[in-house]
Every structure is written in C-alpha cells, then in structure tokens.
C-alpha cells in the first residue's frame, strides 16, 4: 500500500465490507477473553483469531499495520508483506469513525457500552490494579477504627466497656440518657418496633436487642440468653450510672460485674472465672480476657488514651491567635481613619 493509493489497493469498497461482514460469526464470547486478547495485542502479539483471518484473506496481499511492534510479529511468524506509514494510520482512523456503517449489524449504541466496559478493563491492566491491595488497605482502616474505638470508650466509660460495646451508646444517644433508663429498657433497646407489634398482637414480647451480640449473651445457651440478658442489662445500668455520675477513672466495678455474670456459667456445669479485685493507689483501666482453654478470666492492662489526638471545636492555636490580632489592629486603624476623616 502506498501513500495517496489507498482506493487502487482496495480495489472495491463493497468488496471490503462483504469481508467484514463475513466474518462477524467470530465474536467473543464474553469480556474476559475481549480482555485477553486485547491484552495480546498491547503486548504486540498476534491473536490466534488474527492470524486465522490474516492467513485467510491476507495471502498475497500487502498488509496496512499501524503498530509497528506488532509489525515485527507478523512478518515474522505470518511471512506476510506489510507497511506501516502514515496513509495506514488516516485509513484506519477512517475505519474506526465510519466502523458503525461498516458493519451492518453493529449500532453505535451497542459499540459505546462495550468499548466503555473494555477500556476499563485494560486500564485497570495497565495500572496494575489489585483488589488484594485494596482489601488490605480496607482492612488496616477498620482495625485502626476499632483500635480507635476500643481507647476511646475505655476513657469514656470503663466500666460499661467491660460488659458491653459502643452501639449501646450509640442508639441510646449519649451515657447520660442511658442512665437514666431502666434495666428493661436497656435489654429491649434496639427492638423497639418489635416490643410494640408483639403487645399489639399480644405475642411474647422481645427478650433482648442490641444486647443480643454481647459476647455474655453469645456464649450462653438458648435457654439461657434470657437470664444473661436480664442480668447483664441490670449490671449495664449500674456500670453506665458509675460511668456518668461517679468520680472514679477505673474500671474495677465493670470488671467485678463481668465476673460476676462469668459465675452464671456455673449453672451450664463450666468452671467459674476469678472476681476482679479492687484497684489501690492510682486509678488503672484493664480489660477482662476470656481464656477458651480454662475458662479462667484473664485481666491485662488496656491501651492507654493519647487526648492530645483529639480536635477540640473553638481551640485557638498560635496561628490563630496571630491572625486574630492582625485582623483586631486591621480594624482599629480603619476605625481611627474615619474618625480622622470625619474631623478633617
């Protein structure tokens, strides 16, 4: 093919798209073999559908190749005459924005969707996309959320982290509203809609709510998940109460709670977990681990809080400051300038 030649080369335009044509019947069978074929190709080597309609149609004929890699890979396993200039590069510019008109059975609305999709695909390729790396980084931010919440809630309240956890909190809307709720309130909370269609209905009502995915009522057994829930709502309440309205820092009466319910395993056969003992001294925030093996209850300490990593609204800093003088002198040289003005 040479340059300005393109109408004698292809001899006929029908005869190019009775080609086209002809061989539509070898599609793709779904995005993934699109995509690794497409991937062939970048890489500059030869389809095994390429070489098939090349060696069929393209025998004897001198071949337009507008990359000039894959050039190379066809000359030399193919043995077919090709050129690579800038004529092939228009041509195949002109193919591919009449390629709807070209091919009969092909509508621009259907070409969009698919060449979206498979551009996606490559580019995701090509930037060495992994959702493994992903899922890690996803993973490192929930356990560094957790960490979070685990130190937050021990300085918050320790003695109802020791029972409990924070959606507790979170849907009575602060400590301060949950102390002043019933026990019965606290082991329903959660199942509000259900309470009240169960008494509409005059169904049984709801046994426990969020309290269900305690790790006490978890462990416990069916028949035994109401009493535990019971009991840990009534300790929750106190545990809440020392946490909002007393002036201690530990967690001793959270920790005594938590084996006194342990003590309720006795009435499954298990063995007993040891009673937290009293802090003396300095005030410190433990927290109770459950040893499967045993059954024994292990006190460890907790990770201590750093409130310098906390934003406190209205904090002024020393950037702040300096920004509020300049803005009070700004202002008071416009106050004297008027006043100035004003006597003039």
């Known amino acids: 093919m040479q340059e300005g030649g393109n109408e004698q080369e292809l001899n006929s335009t029908r005869a190019s798209i009775a080609i086209l044509n002809s061989?539509?019947?070898?599609?793709?069978?779904?995005?993934?073999?699109?995509?690794?074929?497409?991937?062939?190709?970048?890489?500059?080597?030869?389809?095994?559908?390429?070489?098939?309609?090349?060696?069929?149609?393209?025998d004897g004929e001198t071949l337009g190749v507008a990359d000039s890699k894959l050039e190379n890979a066809i000359k030399e396993k193919l043995k077919?005459?090709?050129?690579?200039?800038?004529a092939v590069l228009e041509l195949l510019r002109g193919v591919r924005t009449q390629l709807t008109e070209l091919v009969?059975?092909?509508?621009?609305?259907d070409l969009a969707p698919m060449s979206l999709g498979l551009s996606h695909s490559l580019s995701r390729y090509k930037l060495k996309f992994s959702d493994d790396k992903v899922d890690t980084m996803i993973v490192q931010a929930i356990a560094q959320l957790s960490d979070y919440l685990k130190i937050r809630m021990n300085t918050v309240a320790p003695n109802l982290i020791a029972l409990v956890g924070a959606h507790l909190i979170a849907h009575g809307g602060s400590l301060l509203n949950l102390s002043k709720q019933p026990?019965?309130?606290?082991?329903?909370?959660?199942?509000?809609?259900?309470?009240?269609?169960?008494?509409?209905?005059?169904?049984?009502t709801q046994k426990y709510g969020l309290i269900y995915h305690a790790s006490l009522v978890g462990q416990a057994t069916l028949k035994r998940k109401?009493?535990?829930?019971?009991?840990?709502?009534?300790?929750?309440?106190?545990?809440?109460?020392?946490?909002?309205l007393g002036d201690g820092q530990d967690n001793s009466?959270?920790?005594?709670?938590?084996?006194?319910?342990?003590?309720?395993?006795?009435?499954?056969?298990?063995?007993?977990?040891?009673?937290?003992?009293?802090?003396?001294?300095?005030?410190?925030?433990e927290v109770y681990d459950k040893d499967q093996k045993k059954g024994v209850g292990l006190i460890t300490p907790?990770?201590?809080?750093?409130?310098?990593?906390?934003?406190?609204?209205?904090?002024?800093?020393?950037s702040t400051a300096l920004e509020e003088q300049e803005t009070v002198t700004k202002k008071k040289k416009k106050v004297e300038a008027r006043t100035q003005e004003q006597h003039i």
Do not use: W
């Open 23 to 58: 061989n539509l019947d070898q599609q793709f069978e779904n995005a993934v073999e699109a995509l690794e074929d497409a991937t062939k190709l970048l890489k500059s080597i030869p389809i095994k559908g390429l070489r098939k309609f090349l060696r069929t149609h393209c």
């Open 80 to 86: 077919i005459d090709h050129v690579h200039n800038t």
């Open 302 to 318: 907790a990770k201590a809080y750093n409130p310098a990593a906390d934003y406190l609204f209205g904090q002024t800093t020393e």
């Open 253 to 285: 009466m959270g920790l005594e709670y938590r084996a006194k319910l342990e003590g309720l395993r006795a009435l499954e056969g298990k063995e007993l977990g040891r009673s937290a003992s009293s802090t003396k001294g300095k005030p410190k925030i």
């Open 226 to 244: 109401g009493k535990i829930s019971r009991s840990l709502a009534a300790k929750a309440i106190l545990a809440i109460c020392c946490d909002t």
């Open 104 to 109: 009969s059975s092909l509508d621009a609305q």
């Open 183 to 204: 026990g019965s309130t606290v082991q329903i909370l959660g199942e509000e809609k259900a309470l009240f269609k169960a008494l509409k209905t005059k169904h049984s």
